[in-house]
Every structure is written in C-alpha cells, then in structure tokens.
C-alpha cells in the first residue's frame, strides 16, 4: 500500500514541506494508514483509508495555524471535470466568528496534468519536475516508514539515503 497508494501522498507532502525529519510513529493496516511525521519541526500526521467501492473518493491536504486553516481537496482523477477547491477558515479565539471562503484551483484532471507534463518534459528536452532521484526520495521515505512499523522505532531523516545505499 505504501508504494502502490501512499508514494503519491508522500511525494506531495515533500513538494509542499521539504524533506520530512523523520517518522515518528507508523501504523499499517491493509486498509488503514496512520503516520505520524516532521517536516522542519512542523508535526505532520497522513491518515489514509481504503475505500474500494467509492469512486467519488478525495484526497485532503490540511494545514493548520493558530488563527486559520487551508484544506487543498484533490478529487479522485476519474470524475472528470470535478474542481481541485481551496478552502480558507479563519476564527478569532474567544468568539463564535468564523469564516470560510474556497476557491476553485482548476478543474484539469491529475492524470492529464501527468501526462502534459511528461510531454512538456520530452518535448523542450528538460529533466520532468518529479525525476528518478525524486522517486528515490519516496521509495526510501516508504521504506523508513515500515521499518518504523517493524521496530516501533522513530526513523531520522527517513527520505536520505543510509550508509550502503544508492546515493542521491
């Protein structure tokens, strides 16, 4: 699951956070994934749950502030023409106020943006934005995250490479 599924999530968070510190906690259960990570001191936790039969599935980024909230809802690339939206929520401490505003970010599919980008990649000659290194970022970040499943055990730096490995 964490190669077939999460590596996608996983990517998106080091695209967005940088390179996590580390793994604190993993969880892994066939249809269930709990994570707990660091990226910058900044605690980060993935839920993912399987839900073969829905079609209309999302993905959710959610950051959090101590006076506002941004959640990036990513529908499932295959309803066409579904909207990637933009939610801001902010409150004020000590009040009822709220407010929530969202945004439409686009309506292009994932996987047409992939594969505009691989084209784009080819044609103008230049290196794709996600490269081999990339994924081999990804690749060791899903294994830190099993061998803290295994050990129960933090892993630091969990998306470099460790003494013996292939470098980077």
């Known amino acids: 699951m964490l190669l077939d599924n999460l590596v996608h999530e996983l990517n998106a968070l080091r695209g967005a956070l940088g390179e996590p510190d580390v793994v604190k906690y993993a969880e892994l259960h066939p249809q269930v994934v709990n994570l707990s990570l660091a990226f910058g001191g900044v605690d980060c936790h993935l839920s993912w749950v399987d839900l073969p039969g829905m079609a209309r599935y999302q993905q959710q980024l959610a950051f959090y502030g101590l006076d506002a909230r941004l959640i990036l809802t990513l529908p499932s690339p295959y309803l066409r023409g579904m909207p990637t939206e933009l939610a801001i929520e902010?409150?004020?401490?000590?009040?009822?106020?709220?407010?929530?505003?969202?945004?439409?970010?686009s309506y292009v599919e994932a996987f047409k943006r992939e594969l505009v980008e691989f084209h784009a990649a080819i044609s103008e000659d230049r290196a794709p934005r996600t490269d081999g290194?990339?994924?081999?970022?990804?690749?060791?970040?899903?294994?830190?995250?099993?061998?803290?499943?295994i050990d129960g055990?933090?892993?630091?730096?969990?998306?470099?490479?460790?003494?013996?490995?292939?470098?980077v």
């Open 90 to 105: 902010r409150g004020r401490a000590g009040s009822s106020h709220a407010e929530r505003v969202v945004e439409t970010v």
């Open 153 to 167: 055990s933090p892993s630091l730096a969990p998306s470099s490479p460790r003494p013996g490995e292939v470098k």
């Open 133 to 149: 290194a990339d994924g081999l970022h990804d690749v060791l970040l899903c294994q830190a995250i099993a061998r803290t499943f």
